[in-house]
């Protein structure tokens, strides 16, 4: 009785043992197996740093400190370094392949490398319905986008209403308006736009937008992708609009040998009409003091004009999305990090443009928005946008991107003909295919 009681005791155990065991080994299965609740950190790198980027730094602990809370097994560590050391640092890690979970990036030939590198995760999924048309589009290869974008400025033309009025001319919707406007500025004496296209990407935001009024947005972009031609007869047009300005006496007196900074004092000091000029100059319009008050109320803005019988419209921008984010192929919290993208983009949107005066790539709800009327009304323009071409020379490579900038000042300075022009970017861009 002793021996079979002492046998049915060691059977107990042993089943008992085993029962353990296998609980030990499910609990340890299921920890590993990436619970919810399993503590995460999540790498995040970014260009803004607290000194020189004070307001951009602040909006992002903010999203941060949030997405925190909302997720409390989640940290996240930040890296931060100024834009020249950001992209030294980046270039440096991704030759390793040691990429942050999540960074910052550019669009068009800057993220192509990393793309083609398989370092940047596919954004497809997460995307929302409230991107501006045609921002996400250029952090876009081969159809797929590999980052999402923050920042978002487009090209209007600033005009002085002071000189406008005075020399009685007013805003123009059509290019034969415009043209008129410009002759008569240039009958009272008054210099109609001022463009510092030494650094030619100025001058190329012109070409771009009359190659859009006068092909569509396809016709510029097309022949850049090579589904279409330099060739295209609404791009040599839009060449020769541009010697058709020059002979006009639209441009400011060096106008070549002028830098960006250069051409703007001009406008600042109202001894030009018109600028046209990227968003990121509105503080200069709006809340610069270093600007009178009274120059400041007498800027506005208005759309480029449209092209009688060409294909594009008014509500067509050119311009391109500043930086945007990124999540590294081989990140061992990707799925976090694709949740933490996708949060930032979104809170990042309703933040940014009241705290730090940025046009954020997603739509604005400007109802109740505290900020200058400009502000408000290039916000409400770009909800109604229906397009946004990406700058050319972002678009192509950077021996194309050279071909392209040297064309235009040519082309500024009466050099090559209109079908030489297209000829030299058909040549070059089809020297890459």
């Not at 923050?150 to 059509?174: C, H, M, Q, R, W």
């Amino acid at each position: 009785m002793l021996k079979r009681r002492s046998l049915l005791m060691l059977v107990l155990g042993i089943l008992l043992v085993s029962v353990l065991v296998a609980c030990g080994d499910s609990d340890k299965e299921a920890g590993t197996g990436g619970s919810s609740d399993e503590d995460v950190v999540i790498e995040f790198m970014h260009l803004w740093p607290e000194g020189t980027s004070r307001q951009h730094n602040l909006i992002v602990q903010e999203i941060v400190d949030e997405f925190e809370e909302k997720h409390s097994n989640v940290t996240i560590e930040i890296d931060v370094y100024s834009n020249e050391q950001y992209k030294e640092k980046l270039s440096v890690i991704g030759a390793s392949n040691e990429l942050p979970d999540v960074g910052m990036t550019w669009a068009g030939g800057f993220l192509e490398p990393y793309v083609t590198g398989k370092m940047f995760a596919p954004l497809d999924d997460i995307i929302s319905d409230d991107f501006i048309p045609g921002t996400t589009e250029a952090y876009a290869v081969d159809g797929v986008t590999y980052g999402l974008p923050l920042e978002l400025n487009i090209a209007p033309i600033y005009y002085n209403k002071a000189i406008f009025d005075e020399v009685g001319v007013s805003v123009p919707e059509t290019w034969d308006d415009f043209k008129d406007v410009v002759t008569k500025l240039v009958d009272a004496g008054v210099t109609p736009i001022t463009v510092g296209n030494r650094d030619a990407w100025t001058g190329s935001m012109w070409y771009m937008y009359l190659a859009d009024r006068i092909g569509g947005p396809a016709a510029l972009n097309n022949a850049i992708n090579r589904s279409g031609s330099f060739e295209d007869p609404a791009l040599i047009q839009a060449a020769a609009e541009i010697q058709e300005l020059v002979d006009l006496g639209a441009f400011i007196n060096g106008y070549n040998g002028l830098g960006n900074d250069e051409a703007k004092g001009y406008f600042i000091n109202e001894q030009a009409a018109m600028y046209l000029m990227g968003t990121w100059d509105l503080p200069e319009w709006t809340t610069n003091e270093d600007n009178p008050q009274e120059f400041r109320d007498s800027i506005d803005y208005f759309k480029f004009p449209v092209y009688e019988g060409g294909e594009g419209d008014i509500d067509s921008f050119v311009g391109g999305p500043g930086v945007g984010l990124f999540v590294a192929e081989d990140s061992d919290v990707k799925e976090q990090a694709l949740a933490f993208v996708e949060f930032f983009v979104e809170r990042w949107g309703q933040m940014a443009v009241e705290q730090a005066g940025v046009i954020p790539a997603t739509v604005v709800n400007t109802d109740g928005v505290e900020l200058p009327q400009m502000y408000i009304d290039i916000l409400n323009d770009l909800n109604e946008a229906t397009n946004l071409t990406l700058y050319a020379d972002v678009q192509m490579s950077a021996a194309a991107a050279d071909v392209h900038l040297n064309m235009i000042q040519a082309i500024y300075g009466g050099e090559v003909t209109p079908e030489e022009f297209a000829a030299k970017h058909e040549e070059a861009l089809a020297s890459e295919e």
